[in-house]
């Protein structure tokens, strides 16, 4: 339904070719914006990521997405209800970075964009719906398969440290996703395909409309 690939204009950043190495940016106007709003530190917070985002253009991808995951693990953990005074609210990267503060589902969006920027592919990576045995809850993770057939490497905000899936036996898979398709999750990786109209995602189909409405 959406070709994700070609978002990469999330938060205003651009991408320029030149001397065939990328170059990331953001708008004056929303760094203006996050700071009228929330305060230098939330536009310091949005120029930090285009620094890592720039410097990570040539890096290996053991070493995106380990920084990836260290960067955005900084933001605190807080509920919808204590940061947007709503019970269930998905955040895009902006948000995440302005209020510095948001729940599972804000780590894994913004984890998600960030690593696309980076041209991780859109098949490679799934937002994972999974069951936290050991806090007794429902959790969302970043799993990102290096190898079709490989156990994913798992990107979670409780565990900083990135494992694979089998070597998270806290966790209990239930759903995956991205902007094409919908599994059953596995503890080795992906099950059997659900159709589209089985699984609720009413809450990512408004985030990616907020994001459209954000790059106009």
């Known amino acids: 339904m959406f070709h994700f690939v070609k978002i990469l204009f999330l938060l205003f950043f ?14 004056n106007a929303i760094l203006q914006k996050a700071q009228k ?7 310091e917070r949005l120029v930090a990521l285009v620094k890592l985002l ?7 991808e053991q070493e995106k997405l380990e920084a990836i995951n260290d960067f955005f693990n900084r933001v605190s953990f807080e509920t919808d209800m ?3 005074h709503k019970k269930d609210y998905w ?3 902006e948000e995440f970075l302005d209020k510095d503060a948001g729940d599972c589902e804000d780590y894994v969006i913004a984890k998600y964009f960030s690593l ?7 098949e490679s990576m799934f937002l994972t719906y999974v069951k936290a045995i050991k806090y007794r809850q429902s959790h969302m993770v ?15 905000n409780i565990v900083h440290k990135i494992l694979p899936s089998t070597e998270r036996n806290d966790l209990r898979p239930v759903f995956s996703f991205n902007g094409e398709k919908i599994f059953m999750a596995k503890q080795r990786g992906l099950g059997r395909e659900i159709p589209r109209g089985k699984v609720n995602l009413q809450k990512w189909t408004n985030l990616i409309l907020k994001i459209k409405r954000e790059e106009r």
Do not use: C
């Open 54 to 60: 720039n410097e990570l253009s040539p890096k290996s």
């Open 142 to 156: 970043l799993t990102y398969f290096p190898k079709k057939n490989a156990p994913p490497l798992v990107l979670d």
């Open 116 to 122: 696309l920027q980076l041209r991780f592919s859109e």
């Open 82 to 84: 204590q940061v947007w």
């Open 91 to 93: 955040a895009t990267r």
């Open 14 to 27: 651009m991408v320029l070719e030149l001397h065939a190495k990328d170059y990331y940016t953001i708008d």
């Open 37 to 43: 709003e929330y305060g230098k530190e939330a536009k």
